[in-house]
């Protein structure tokens, strides 16, 4: 009877482990910003909104304040995953010897790290670019 008990409450626990893993990971939604670092984005990319600033002070990349303000939303993954038919869309905020270029490094994360990166830059806007949304 004693061993019956413990492996019920063995059972129980395994259980209520499982369900308490189980709702945490739900609750934990991927955060565009964390992927953002997680990558190294911001070895060359600033995002003034954020506080990040680009470490490589030799590669000046664009910071990506209004990024989706600039670019179309499906053409920004594509270009990150250096997809072939992306097209190469020139940009006045991407230094000269760049511009209308692949991007330098392939984005290696899941679809769910991606589609947190984009909802994360659509809100990284300017007070004007939020104006125009409305």
Excluded at 25 to 40: H, I, M, P, R, S
Aim: aromatic share 6%; hydrophobic share 40%.
């Amino acid at each position: 009877m004693l061993r019956q008990s413990l492996a019920l409450f063995a059972v129980g626990v395994a259980a209520f482990v499982g369900i308490l893993a189980a709702l945490n990971a739900a609750d934990e939604k991927t955060n565009g910003k964390d992927v953002f670092l997680k990558y190294k984005c911001d070895n060359c990319h600033s995002v003034s909104s954020a506080g990040i600033e680009g470490k490589n002070k030799k590669m000046v990349a664009p910071d990506l304040l209004d990024v989706t303000a600039r670019h179309e939303a499906e053409w920004i993954p594509r270009f990150i995953r250096k997809e072939e038919g992306a097209g190469h869309v020139r940009c006045d905020k991407v230094p000269k010897e760049r511009d209308g270029k692949p991007h330098m490094l392939k984005f290696a994360g899941t679809k769910e790290e991606e589609d947190a990166l984009l909802a994360w830059f659509a809100e990284q806007r300017t007070k004007e670019e939020e104006e125009e949304k409305k």
